[in-house]
């Protein structure tokens, strides 16, 4: 599971999101941001949890707070992802899962008595200075979003 931990500065990265254009971690600085990483666009979990964030996200724009979502999957993917669910917030695209990595997110799973490398489910709550100030792992997709306002 990941390393990292409430008080260390975040990873930065550079990844294209549904569009192509790239995205850094920069771009969301001095406003919270929540980052957060998922198996695989249009899979039950995914969606279930894209969903709702899409549903809070007026209010996570009330409160300054930018989402973005990432995972191993192609920008095709993503595109067709957002626009099926009309997802409201930028989907990054970590071919190669680099910045999963980074993240310690990337590793070892499994799912009915099968094992395989993926990407644990796991959030990022990232402060105004670039700081973690909250790592979710584990979540439960229905119940995530509202978890993570609560906090903010």
Not at 41 to 62: L, N, V
Not at 69 to 82: E, W, Y
Not at 107 to 122: A, H, P, Q, S
């Amino acid at each position: 599971m990941t390393h990292l931990k409430s008080g260390d500065l975040a990873p930065s990265f550079e990844l294209p999101d549904e569009t192509g254009a790239v995205r850094t971690l920069k771009d969301f600085s001095g406003r919270n941001l929540v980052l957060y990483f998922y198996p695989k666009d249009d899979t039950p979990g995914c969606t279930i949890e894209a969903c709702k964030f899409r549903d809070d996200y007026s209010q996570y724009q009330a409160a300054g707070v930018a989402v973005v979502g990432i995972s191993a999957d192609s920008v095709t993917s993503h595109q067709k992802f957002k626009k099926k669910y009309s997802l409201t917030f930028p989907l990054l695209s970590d071919v190669g899962h680099p910045v999963c990595e980074l993240y310690g997110v990337w590793g070892r799973k499994k799912l009915m008595g099968r094992e395989f490398d993926g990407i644990f489910r796991t959030t990022f709550l990232i402060g105004p200075d670039g700081k973690i100030k909250q790592v979710y792992e584990n979540v439960k997709p229905s119940e995530h979003s509202q978890q993570i306002l609560a906090d903010v």
